[in-house]
C-alpha cells in the first residue's frame, strides 16, 4: 500500500526524485535534452503529488496551469524498482482528481518518443496523442497526449 501526499515544488523529496528523473532524461534524450529540460524547471509549482512506501519516496508527479481550462502533466517519475506496481497511475488519477477540484476541463502532457514506459501508462490511463501543442511543435522526439477530465 502507498500513501500519497499533495505538496508543492519546494518539497525536499520531489527535489530528490526530480534530480534523478533529470539524470535518467539525459541519458536517454542526448544532445535534445538541453530543448526539454529548460521545459521542465520545477521552481514554483503548486500541484505536486508525491508517493511513499512507507516513509520511502517511490514516486512523483506535478501538474502547472497550461491555460484557462488545461493543466499540463509534469516530471513524472518512479523509482526503477518500483516500476509495474500502479504507483504512475495512483499519482496520475490523484492529479488529475485535484485538477477537477480546481475546475479544470483536461489534462495535456508531453513525452519524448524514446520513453515507452512513459508512453504506455499515459495510454492505459485514458490519454490520447494529440497534436503537440506549444513549446514542442514541430519537435519530433516530442509525443504530447491529452484527457478530458468528467465534470
Known sequence: MY???RTSSE???FQKLVNQLDQNLAKKNGDSN?????????DLIKNVVLAYDKEV????GA?????????EIKRMFVL?????????????NELETWAKALKYERC???TGAK???AISVYKKNGYSVTPNYEPYINISDSICFEKLLDA
Open 3 to 5: 500513501t500519497l501526499i
Open 11 to 13: 518539497n525536499p523529496d
Open 34 to 42: 538541453d530543448f526539454f529540460a529548460q521545459h521542465n524547471k520545477i
Open 57 to 60: 519516496v517511490v514516486g512523483c
Open 63 to 71: 501538474m502547472k496551469s497550461y491555460d484557462a481550462s488545461s493543466m
Open 80 to 92: 526503477p524498482q518500483m516500476r509495474s506496481k500502479g504507483i504512475a497511475t495512483s499519482i496520475l
Open 108 to 110: 495535456i502532457m508531453e
Open 115 to 117: 520513453m515507452p514506459e
